[in-house]
Nanobody, 123 residues
Framework: QVQLVESGGGLVQAGDSLRLSCAFSGRTFSTYTMGWFRQAPGKEREFVGTISRGGSRTYYVDSVKGRFTISRDNAENTVYLQMNTVQPEDTAVYYC????????????????WGQGTQVTVSS
């Protein structure tokens, strides 16, 4: 069974950078598409970005393009979300998800989830 543990969240100021990590265990990491999603207070969880199994393809929601970068280290079983120039609207709980198989941007296609890490951006 897949286990995911996010870390790296915290309180930052607008314009700062932050890197989230998600440690994967329980299965073969390189066979899983990994995604980042977020849920702001009072809102539905939304897609942030995803990375293919080999790491060669990434997809992002428009609101983070050019600011956020997803990467993965298949030797370390870890996926990262580099967040640059964060804004107050990026405040949310950030979750990583794992999907066995091909790349997807659809939340319902991800089978496993971490517990989330809180990111709060002050203005």
């Amino acid at each position: 069974q897949v286990q995911l543990v996010e870390s790296g969240g915290g309180l930052v100021q607008a314009g700062d950078s932050l890197r989230l990590s998600c440690a994967f265990s329980g299965r073969t990491f390189s066979t899983y598409t990994m995604g980042w999603f977020r849920q702001a207070p009072g809102k539905e969880r939304e897609f942030v970005g995803t990375i293919s199994r080999g790491g060669s393809r990434t997809y992002y929601v428009d609101s983070v393009k050019g600011r956020f970068t997803i990467s993965r280290d298949n030797a370390e079983n870890t996926v990262y979300l580099q967040m640059n120039t964060v804004q107050p609207e990026d405040t949310a709980v950030y979750y990583c998800g794992a999907r066995l198989g091909a790349t997807s941007t659809t939340e319902s296609s991800f089978e496993s989830w971490g517990q989330g890490t809180q990111v709060t951006v002050s203005s």
